[in-house]
């Protein structure tokens, strides 16, 4: 099942312009004030659903919805619904949601369990690219070689 992206006309040119605020099947990430201006590999995450809405754990035991804890995307990654294992956005959807849940039951720890954690959980759950091994790490470093600007 290929996704079909209905934001500019699909295909390999997928790009997200600030006003539309939907990212669908994509991790966002936005700066931290003063924290991204030191150490500019450090920001703040977060996973999209299918139909775009933001989930991001903002801060012990909350996960927002569509309110980031440090404002609007300024970088999105598009990732592919069809290295999913499952039933593709309705596999996606779930883990989002189970790994949203999880992490409102849960303190957050800026050094150990993070937003970047949230997210790797989530890909876990699906096993993205059968992979369980996502974590905050090459999330980081992933997400800063394949991110794209807002425009």
């Known amino acids: 099942m290929k996704c079909q992206c209905h934001f500019l006309g699909g295909g390999g040119s997928f790009r997200v312009p600030a006003y539309y605020s939907r990212y669908p099947f994509c991790i966002v990430w936005t700066p931290i004030p003063i924290l991204t201006w030191v150490l500019p590999f450090i ?14 754990f903002a801060g ?10 440090f404002g609007r995307p300024t970088k999105y990654w598009k990732l ?40 790797a959980m989530a890909l876990n759950l699906m096993r993205y690219d059968n992979s369980t ?18 425009r």
């Open 60 to 69: 012990s035991y909350f996960v927002s919805e569509d309110n980031m804890g």
């Open 43 to 56: 920001g703040h995450m977060g996973i999209c659903t299918s139909a775009g809405v933001i989930r991001d």
């Open 80 to 119: 592919d619904v069809d290295k999913v294992c499952g039933n593709g956005a309705a596999t996606w959807d779930k883990a989002v949601h189970d790994a949203s849940e999880e992490y409102k039951c849960r303190p957050h720890n800026l050094c150990f369990d993070n937003c970047h954690s949230h997210v």
């Open 133 to 150: 091994s996502w974590n905050m790490v090459n999330l980081c470093v992933l997400s800063l070689t394949h991110g794209k600007h807002v």
